[in-house]
């Protein structure tokens, strides 16, 4: 069974930075995007970014500039950095990956921004 296993969130003040990380439970040669994707209390889950098996990143618009994805594939493991964090960021934050027919989730971390 596949297991994304999230980390790295917390409480941070307002213009401050986290590193979260997805470990995989198998190569994540295996997945055609891994990404994240968060959802704030009340509200739908969003997308914030992903990256392609071969590299290619993608981000809402409101992360660019601010976070940066990256995947280190010996360690089977996708980061995402988030750097001058608003309180508006704060969220779970979800770790996803999709092959061609299944989607798989994490658990979720917990960010908080302080303001």
């Known amino acids: 069974q596949v297991q994304l296993v999230e980390s790295g969130g917390g409480l941070v003040q307002a213009g401050g930075s986290l590193r979260l990380s997805c470990v995989a439970s198998?190569?994540?040669?295996?997945?055609?995007?891994m990404g994240w994707y968060r959802q704030a209390p009340g509200k739908q889950r969003d997308f914030v970014a992903r990256i392609t098996s071969g590299g290619t990143t993608t981000y809402a618009d409101s992360m660019k500039g601010r976070f940066t994805i990256s995947r280190d594939n010996a360690k089977n493991t996708v980061y995402l950095q988030m750097n001058s964090l608003k309180p508006e960021d704060t969220s779970v934050y979800y770790c996803?990956?999709?092959?061609?027919?299944?989607?798989?989730w994490g658990q979720g971390t917990q960010v908080t921004v302080s303001s």
């Open positions: 996803h990956a999709n092959t061609w027919t299944f989607d798989y």
């Open positions: 198998i190569n994540i040669f295996s997945f055609i995007n």
